[in-house]
């Protein structure tokens, strides 16, 4: 049983609120469509009902998953009406709280994921999200880098500390690992010990090297099945669309080791592969779990891990954010600057 940890004294003071407007700035999306289909609108605050608080944002992450759902793939199949307003991560201000001892007070600096697309999302002033989906954001990070951490950091927490169960001396072989999840997920596996193999370009190595793994390939000049074998997880967040990393990463697995793949639809027929070839195997979807965060957030705030943001755009550029995450060349995370905080 999770149990959330009662507020302490030292904790820090809360900002000033003021009352919501009754409409907000956003971005939204009138039908799939390509980066220009996000358009700026005037949209109504969302009220939180039950234990949902409302947030002023300051900053929104931007994942691989907004572009697709925008795009007419990833959870677009389930918004039930346009326009519609993506996004899943934030960093910003509790505004409105569900009762007045509630864990997070008016003023409280939070940040978390959005329930998008099953209420608005974060390209907004303002948002929604479940209690148990936020935690306080770490004191020592601004919110344009809190805002890059919810759903990369939880994914990677999931797919490392709780799917492969990290640990000292196991060997671990994870893909694109210079992305927003990948570079949490070298973090995480280096953290708890395990020998942490990247294959990524070779531009990031060094960074990858700082950031805890063991080696770094070049993916641009080295077949990773050439030079890797018998490690005992792989975490794959290509999939098989980009040259059958998938199907090639069973190669190197020892017999009964564990294929993770993360990227939605890249490789339909894994499970059958990986049981012809004697691994085990599953795919992930994130969980927006408040303690699991919270946890990240006392690593983030003891330097024992760190969130590397890559660009910053303002909300009315969300259509050049989108460019920059499709264009497949990010190192970390890209965050849309939303409000002053």
Same mark, same amino acid.
């Given at each position: 049983?999770r149990i959330?940890?009662?507020r302490s004294a030292t904790e820090?003071?809360?900002a000033?609120v003021e009352a919501?407007?009754? $409409?907000?700035?956003a971005?939204v999306?009138?039908a799939?469509g390509?980066?220009d289909?996000?358009?700026?609108?005037?949209?109504?605050?969302?009220s939180?009902v039950?234990?949902?608080v409302?947030?002023r944002?300051v900053?929104?992450?931007?994942?691989?998953?907004?572009?697709?759902?925008?795009g007419?793939a990833g $959870?677009s199949?389930?918004?039930?009406a346009y326009p519609a307003?993506p996004g899943?991560?934030?960093s910003?201000?509790?505004?409105?709280?569900p009762?007045?001892?509630?864990?997070f007070?008016?003023?409280?600096e939070?940040?978390?994921m959005?329930?998008?697309p099953?209420?608005?999302?974060t390209?907004?002033?303002?948002v929604?999200?479940p209690?148990?989906s $936020?935690?306080r954001k770490?004191a020592?990070?601004?919110?344009?880098e809190a805002?890059g951490?919810p759903?990369?950091?939880?994914?990677?927490?999931?797919l490392?500390?709780?799917t492969?169960?990290a640990?000292?001396?196991q060997?671990?072989?994870i893909?694109?690992g210079?992305g927003?999840v990948?570079h949490f997920a070298v973090?995480?596996?280096?953290?708890?010990?395990a020998?942490v193999?990247?294959t990524?370009?070779?531009?990031?190595?060094?960074?990858?090297?700082?950031?805890?793994?063991?080696?770094?390939?070049?993916?641009?000049?080295?077949k990773?099945e050439e030079?890797?074998t018998?490690?005992d997880?792989?975490?794959?967040l290509?999939?098989?669309v980009?040259a059958d990393t998938?199907t090639?990463?069973l190669?190197?697995?020892?017999p009964?080791?564990l294929y993770?793949?993360?990227?939605t639809?890249?490789?339909?027929?894994?499970a059958e592969?990986a049981?012809g070839a004697?691994v085990?195997a599953?795919?992930y979807?994130?969980?927006?779990?408040?303690?699991?965060?919270a946890?990240?957030?006392?690593?983030?705030?003891?330097?024992?891990?760190q969130?590397y943001?890559?660009q $910053?755009?303002d909300l009315?550029d969300?259509p050049?954010?989108?460019?920059?995450i499709?264009?497949?060349?990010?190192?970390g995370?890209v965050?849309?600057?939303?409000?002053?905080?």
């Amino acid at each position: 049983m999770r149990i959330r940890p009662l507020r302490s004294a030292t904790e820090a003071p809360l900002a000033p609120v003021e009352a919501p407007p009754a $409409v907000m700035r956003a971005m939204v999306v009138d039908a799939p469509g390509g980066p220009d289909a996000l358009r700026a609108a005037s949209v109504p605050v969302p009220s939180p009902v039950l234990s949902e608080v409302l947030v002023r944002v300051v900053a929104a992450g931007v994942n691989p998953i907004d572009a697709k759902t925008r795009g007419g793939a990833g $959870v677009s199949g389930a918004i039930d009406a346009y326009p519609a307003t993506p996004g899943f991560d934030f960093s910003g201000i509790v505004v409105k709280s569900p009762y007045e001892a509630h864990p997070f007070p008016p003023g409280t600096e939070v940040f978390g994921m959005a329930s998008f697309p099953r209420t608005g999302g974060t390209y907004a002033e303002y948002v929604v999200a479940p209690s148990l989906s $936020v935690a306080r954001k770490p004191a020592t990070l601004s919110h344009v880098e809190a805002a890059g951490v919810p759903l990369a950091a939880l994914t990677a927490w999931g797919l490392v500390v709780e799917t492969a169960h990290a640990h000292e001396g196991q060997r671990v072989l994870i893909h694109a690992g210079s992305g927003g999840v990948g570079h949490f997920a070298v973090q995480f596996a280096a953290y708890f010990g395990a020998h942490v193999t990247v294959t990524a370009s070779g531009r990031n190595a060094s960074w990858l090297r700082e950031l805890g793994a063991a080696v770094v390939i070049d993916y641009t000049t080295t077949k990773f099945e050439e030079v890797v074998t018998e490690v005992d997880v792989v975490i794959d967040l290509v999939g098989n669309v980009h040259a059958d990393t998938g199907t090639r990463s069973l190669e190197v697995l020892r017999p009964g080791g564990l294929y993770v793949l993360v990227p939605t639809g890249s490789w339909p027929g894994y499970a059958e592969a990986a049981a012809g070839a004697g691994v085990r195997a599953t795919s992930y979807k994130v969980i927006p779990d408040g303690g699991a965060l919270a946890t990240v957030a006392r690593l983030l705030d003891s330097g024992s891990v760190q969130v590397y943001i890559d660009q $910053v755009f303002d909300l009315a550029d969300a259509p050049g954010a989108h460019r920059a995450i499709e264009a497949g060349h990010t190192r970390g995370k890209v965050v849309l600057r939303v409000s002053d905080g």
